[in-house]
C-alpha cells in the first residue's frame, strides 16, 4: 500500500506564554513546562521552509524511549497531553509530539561527544590536526574511532545560542564561565551518558557517532534536558557498513545537510525548500532510526 505523509506541523498556537527554538515551541504552564517538538527542520542554523512529516513525533518517541533506558535523572514528567492543554487542541495534532517537563535553570553551554572523527570536527581536524585545540595524531582517516587514539571520547562544548550559529569553544572557557567544578560535572556525565547510549545503540546495528546533550539545575540536582539521542541531535551510522576513510550510511539529518551541500544555495540567504524525495527519505531515515534503537514501530 502506498504511504501517503501527513501535513507536517511547522507551528504551534496555545495560549500560554510561548519561546520557540528552530524545533520546539515551549510554553510555560506554571509549575511546568510544555515543550512540543513540531516537524521544522534546520540544516545550517537556517530553518528550512517545508517541514519533515511526523518528525516532532519521531523526536518525542525516540527521547522518551532515551529518557527510559538511561537511567539518568532528567526532566521528563510525562508524554501525555496536560488537560489544561487538551482544550485547545481539538484536532489531536499535539498528540504523540508533546513533553511535560520539570522546570530547570539551563546551563547555556551544549555538551558535544565525538566518538568519530566526523563533521566539524573532521573539517577541523584537516585544517588545524586538532578539535576544538584538543591536538590529534597526524594521519587520520575520516570517521576513525577517537577512543582507539586517545583513549575516549571527545568533550567538545559550544556556546548555546537562541539564534544563529553556535559557536565551538574550549573545556577551559567553559570551566571559567561556569566554574570548574561544575564543568567537571557536565564533562563526566555527557561522557557517562554517551558510553551508555553507545553500547545500547550497537547492540542494535547503530553506532553513535557523536552528540550534544544539554543540562540544567533542578533543585539540587543536575538533569539532562531537551532531547537527547536522536536524529536531529546525533549521528547515527549503520554498524554493518561502517569503515573508515569515508563518509557513512547515517540515519540523522546529515542526509539533508549532503542534499543542500549539492545544490547552489549558499548557506548565507533563506534557505530552498526541500524536493518531495528529499522529504520522504529524510522522514524514512528518522523512522528507521527510531525503530531500530527502540525496537517499537512507529505508529502513523
Known sequence: MLFVMNTPILETHLPFPRRQGKVRDCYDLGETMLIVSTDR???????????IPDKGRILTQMSSFWFGALGIANHLISTEVPEQVAAFDPGGILKGRVMVVRKATVFPFECVVRGYL???GWKDYQQNQAICGIPLPAGLQQCERLVDLVGEPIFTPATKEESGHDENVSF???ARDLGQEIA?????KSLLVYQRG???ALEKGIIIADTKFEWGRFGDEIILIDEVLTPDSSRFWSLEDYQSGRSQQSFDKQFVREYLLSTSWDRQSPPPALPEAIVAKTREKYVEAYERLSGQKFGC
Do not use: Q, T, V
Open 41 to 51: 527542520i534546520s540544516a545550517f542554523d537556517y530553518i528550512l521552509p517545508n517541514g
Open 118 to 120: 566526523e563533521g566539524s
Open 172 to 174: 577551559e572557557r567553559m
Open 184 to 188: 567537571d560535572e557536565l564533562k563526566r
Open 198 to 200: 553507545s553500547e545500547i
